[in-house]
């Protein structure tokens, strides 16, 4: 059975799809709501072989089934945020050891040592519920950072401690509160990447990307804007340095679909519905259907779109109601 080590160590194309085939067929035995699924697609597992033909598990299931296949009580329970009108998505997290390694060694990768940085989060949508995965991962990084913090609705405060904070700074916020500071303040931050990790949430009106990050950028003073890609259901993180192209570390691979014939995958340069395999998701699903819609460009790097609408939706979204 691969471990996390294991699979953070994973250095090379081959080594990834040897992991993922591994972890497939481990999953599909014990992952109950996985193996249904995979047996309501009419899939033999023996005759996957390779990671193209691995079925991917429409994250839908994250809400209704218990998505675990551990020997042990899982250790934490992270649910997606809630607008009220939808049933939040539940990972069962079987050791939180497993996600502190995965986000810190994603994080080294793109930013190096948390030690040298100063972080501070804004996301106070997040930080008003309990079960946030990405509270606990910016929480674990600051303590790693020695400086930096949580700010609610503070934005006096924030910016005052920013200012006269010597070291680099990452300013992590969701998209709504960064532009009601750069709105009520306009700071002019200085050696900080300003990075964006998604979600107006219905507290602001929707705009395109780019246009939020024009506005972000004149705000705050600074050429462009970072970004962070995750969710509740994954155990890894993306990240874009300012150009709206999203690297993955490489434990975690991202595919595109097509939106009508889920079971086809499109070329580098397409766009479609985003598959995530994240091999950090040992005891629960590595295998992902996401409902963002995007690109995959030709060195592995992606984009991201939108959502896909709930018309859009076919194939698997039927099974998913029939388990």
């Known amino acids: 059975m691969l471990s996390i080590d294991d699979i953070l160590n994973i250095a090379s194309r081959e080594a990834f799809d040897a992991a993922a085939l591994e972890l497939f067929g481990w999953q599909v035995r014990r992952c109950?709501?996985?193996?249904?699924?995979?047996?309501?697609?009419?899939?033999?597992?023996?005759?996957?072989?390779?990671?193209?033909d691995i079925p991917m598990m429409p994250i839908e299931l994250f809400k209704s089934e218990d998505v675990y296949c551990a020997d042990t009580p899982p250790e934490i329970i992270f649910t997606s945020s809630n607008t009220g009108s939808t049933t939040p998505s539940r990972h069962m997290m079987a050791s939180l050891e497993i996600y502190r390694k995965s986000f810190t060694a994603a994080f080294r990768a793109f930013?190096?040592?948390?030690?040298q940085w100063s972080i501070y989060g804004l996301l106070p949508n997040y930080l008003e519920r309990e079960g946030s995965s990405l509270v606990y991962m910016v929480d674990t990084l600051i303590k790693e950072c020695g400086s930096g913090g949580f700010y609610l609705h503070d934005y006096e405060r924030l910016v005052e401690d920013m200012r006269v904070d010597a070291k680099p700074k990452i300013l992590l916020g969701v998209s709504y509160a960064l532009w009601d500071l750069a709105e009520q303040y306009a700071p002019c931050l200085e050696n900080t990447v300003v990075m964006e990790t998604g979600g107006m949430k219905g507290r602001r009106e929707e705009i395109s990307k780019s246009a939020l990050h024009d506005i972000l950028c004149r705000g705050f003073g600074v050429e462009k804007i970072a970004s962070e890609y995750g969710m509740a259901e994954l155990t890894s993180q993306a990240y874009s340095a300012g150009d709206g192209i999203f690297r993955a570390p490489a434990w975690m691979r991202v595919m595109v679909r097509d939106v009508n014939d889920p079971f086809d995958h499109a070329p580098a340069g397409g766009r479609g519905g985003i598959d995530i395999i994240d091999l950090a998701n040992i005891y629960s699903c590595a295998f992902i259907q996401t409902q963002d819609v995007g690109r995959v460009l030709e060195d592995g790097a992606f984009m991201i779109d939108g959502r896909i609408s709930g018309s859009d939706i076919r194939g698997c979204n039927l099974l998913v109601h029939n388990m």
């Open 32 to 52: 109950a709501p996985y193996r249904r699924y995979v047996e309501l697609l009419g899939v033999d597992p023996s005759s996957v072989q390779c990671v193209e």
């Open 111 to 115: 930013y190096g040592d948390p030690a």
